[in-house]
C-alpha cells in the first residue's frame, strides 16, 4: 500500500483552521463552536428547541442578553402584537443577542425557527 502525503503553504493551513473554528461579522452575533451557556439573572440560554429559563423577570431599563449553547440557528423574535418589537436574525453557535426592556409588561417572544417544537419565552419587567 502506498501512502501520498501532502503538503500545502503554512498560510493556507491557517486559512482553512481560522474557516473551521467559524467566525461571524454579523451584528447579531455569531461564530464560535457552541460549548454550552450558563443562565444568569439577565441570560437567557438557547438549548436545542428550548429557552433556559422560559420566564425571566427584570427590572424596567434592563438589557437581557440570549446566548446559543448549540450549534443549531436560533432566533429571539417577538410575537405579534407585542408592544416591544425585536428580531435578532439569525444567531449562530455561541452567537448573542441583546434587548433593553425600558417599559413594564409582559413580553412574549420565541425562535422562528422552532416555535413549533415550543421555544418560546417570557420576558415580565417590572
Known sequence: ???????????????????ACG????????????GGCTPTATKV??????FNPASLTVAAGTSVTWQNGTSVTHTVTSDAGSTQTYDSGNVGSAGTFTQTFNTAGTYHYHCTYHVASGMSGTITVQ
Open 23 to 34: 467566525g461571524s461579522t454579523s451584528p447579531y452575533g455569531g461564530g464560535g463552536g457552541g
Open 45 to 50: 440560554c438557547m438549548e436545542t428547541v428550548t
Open 1 to 19: 500500500m502506498r501512502l501520498s502525503v501532502i503538503t500545502l503553504p503554512l498560510g493556507a493551513v491557517g486559512a482553512v483552521l481560522l474557516a
